[in-house]
């Protein structure tokens, strides 16, 4: 390679272990490039050297660097970019140093005999040791050729490898003062690096993934810690339907001892790294293999495991999966099949390689009733079947079947936990300090976290902004902007005052199979507050608003109110009666699509002992451990405190996600 190639002169520069190399370039008067500057801060062009590095054909003195990366399918040198090599002149001013000081001087190369250099004399500097060649009298050059949009992916070609390799000496490029970005080119979330000692000797492992498919072999680079190449090898990945594009880089000192090492050609022509023959250094090499090895699965495994999760996620997108209930065992049996599915596809890829549709369906239902029945634990058998498994990875997924099964039972029984949690600290906010419990501060803080309470089907309700904007044009309606009397004493001013709604919104079906939206509005009154026919006439009112409203004016949606109180007169009871032959627990009141139930706290924490009852009998849940808890938790507060303090112990809760 010649110092007049562009890389040549960007490898001098870290040859010279240049941290910053810097191009920059200049305008001429008609718009085009006057000089293109390759800038160094390395130690500079040795004064003694010069006949070496400037001899014949101009050939590196090192050539240290001399290996490439052939990271993309285009392995061009980036078009007009190499044509630096027709330059008419070429100078280096350079500054090294030289018994104790730092001495500059020039050296110019002419086009007319690129043999022949001059050399100006040393002079004594200030300046730090480094090398900037200029290149003039550039031609069929232009000045957008050299911007970093240029350059950068013709850069990161040749020297993305080196500048991850040494980012801990935050080596880099610049172009016109623009770092040129490795990351572009190499995915940093699974390259990883080992250092390690074997037998006394250090050794630096790089293990670097590509972000695009290269051409080449998968290699293994051996090098000295100069970065000079001794030798190379393949790795032993050979599977093509994961895009796990990487080459390994191993530096170490004992790569230098050229009486101890040599190269040897396989039978595909690849060099290969070798030892003389002695047992102590066969063994050594076996070692050195083995940290590779485990390098690369454990690059590999981080890898999988971010592809496995998208690949799940797009077989959700694709509805692949089958359909689960929003219950507690529907999202556990979910979450099940999605663990599972992740370690199929990192075990092998290829299971789920260009599936049709109906195929890939198919196959996840198959796999979704194995873990529901009683062959779960023969499913191993039948994936060895399929895929060949190391004893490392049959033992790995057979710990992920017992895992995600005890996984299953662990999440249930703190997600019954958690919801008992709630309860207990709300039944207490609503029966034990009511003189001290208000619907905005505490109820409706509880609530809106915890839609669950009125039913399993609502635990996936949202909050609906529409609603909220219709429930806040509705009050202003009926009370306008002025505030409250501030002559009405606090009772008068509840009374007054509308009370919290709640507004969320849930996608269903109705009983034709048809999708639509169920819409909860949940009415909360502070818990001295009795549920009375003047309470239920607010609501009933805010009903007939929001049926008048046009964007709620729709067959395919469903309203249900719910006015929730610690006790109802015999007007609500009297409605009750009225209402149950439809055979819905508190309905008080339904036309069209709307429903209004009238309900006790009693009725809805009854209602959720008795949906919870089989697994709070069947996983042993300790009530009353879970009542003790919440005693202590409170300590000695009273009151107003003791309400605060049960609010915020309702509010964390652990959720299944999926």
Not at 50 to 55: E, K, L, R
Not at 77 to 104: H, L, P
Not at 270 to 289: C, G, H, M, W, Y
Request: net charge negative.
């Amino acid at each position: 390679m010649k110092p007049t190639d562009p890389f040549a002169l960007l490898n001098n520069g870290f040859e010279a272990n240049a941290t910053t190399i810097s191009i920059t370039h200049t305008i001429n008067v008609l718009g085009g490039i006057e000089e293109i500057c390759i800038s160094d801060n390395g130690s500079g062009i040795c004064f003694e050297t010069i006949q070496d590095t400037f001899g014949a054909f101009l050939a590196s003195q090192k050539n240290a660097l001399s290996l490439k990366i052939k990271s993309k399918v285009n392995q061009g040198k980036g078009g007009r970019f190499a044509g630096f090599s027709f330059a008419n002149r070429i100078k280096w001013d350079t500054v090294c140093a030289e018994n104790g000081k730092n001495v500059q001087y020039s050296i110019s190369v002419y086009s007319e005999n690129k043999n022949e250099y001059e050399v100006t004399e040393k002079a004594l500097t200030e300046r730090s040791t480094g090398t900037t060649v200029i290149i003039g009298n550039v031609d069929q050059i232009l000045p957008e050729q050299v911007t970093i949009l240029a350059l950068e992916d013709t850069l990161l070609k040749e020297f993305a490898w080196y500048l991850y390799l040494n980012k801990e000496r935050n080596v880099e490029i610049l172009v016109n003062g623009e770092r040129v970005d490795y990351t572009k080119y190499i995915d940093t979330r699974f390259s990883a690096k080992k250092d390690l000692l074997i037998d006394g000797i250090g050794l630096k492992i790089d293990v670097v993934v590509w972000k695009e498919k290269i051409r080449e072999k998968f290699c293994i680079y051996f090098m000295n810690l100069e970065g000079v190449l001794k030798g190379r090898d393949t790795t032993s990945f050979n599977r093509n339907t994961v895009n796990f594009n990487h080459s390994v880089f191993v530096r170490s000192l004992c790569f230098d001892r050229d009486s101890d090492t040599s190269l040897t050609t396989d039978d595909s022509g690849n060099e290969q790294i070798a030892f003389d023959d002695q047992p102590s250094n066969r063994t050594f090499l076996r070692k050195v293999k083995k940290e590779i090895q485990e390098a690369i699965d454990d690059a590999l495994t981080a890898f999988l495991s971010a592809q496995a999760t998208k690949a799940v996620q797009d077989m959700m997108d694709r509805e692949s999966f089958p359909t689960f209930s929003d219950d507690i065992p529907g999202q556990l049996q979910k979450k099940d099949l999605m663990t599972v599915t992740q370690e199929l596809y990192k075990l092998d890829a290829r299971i789920f390689y260009k599936l049709k549709p109906i195929q890939e369906k198919s196959l996840l239902g198959f796999i979704n009733l194995l873990l529901q029945s009683e062959e779960r634990e023969n499913m191993l058998d039948i994936i060895e079947s399929i895929v060949s498994l190391t004893p490392e990875q049959r033992k790995g997924f057979s710990d992920i079947l017992k895992r995600t099964q005890l996984g299953n039972i662990i999440d249930t029984i703190q997600f019954i936990e958690d919801r008992y949690k709630v309860v207990e600290a709300l039944k207490q906010v609503v029966f034990d300090y009511t003189d001290y419990a208000n619907e905005r501060d505490h109820v409706q803080k509880i609530v809106e976290q915890h839609y669950w309470l009125f039913g399993e089907q609502y635990n996936l309700v949202t909050a609906d902004q529409r609603m909220q904007k219709a429930l806040a044009n509705y009050l202003n309606i009926l009370y306008g902007s002025d505030a409250p009397d501030a002559t009405l004493n606090p009772d008068q001013e509840e009374m007054r005052r509308m009370d919290i709604f709640l507004c969320g919104a849930r996608k269903t079906e109705d009983s034709v199979g048809d999708e639509i939206q169920e819409n909860l509005v949940i009415e909360l009154k502070a818990p001295k507050v009795v549920l009375t026919k003047k309470v239920l006439r607010q609501i009933e009112d805010y009903m007939d608003f929001v049926r008048k409203q046009p964007q709620f004016n729709t067959q395919l949606c469903r309203w249900r109110f719910i006015a929730v109180c610690n006790n109802v007169d015999d007007d609500v009871r009297a409605r009750y009666a009225t209402n149950q032959t439809k055979g819905k627990k508190g309905l008080v009141f339904s036309v069209e699509n709307y429903e209004l139930y009238a309900l006790t706290w009693a009725d809805v924490f009854k209602s959720f002992e008795l949906r919870h009852s089989f697994l709070l009998k069947k996983l042993k849940i300790d009530q009353e451990a879970i009542e003790k808890d919440i005693s202590q938790q409170l300590g000695n507060s009273t009151g107003r405190e003791a309400v605060n303090n049960l609010t915020a112990l309702a509010l964390p809760v652990s959720m299944i996600s999926g």
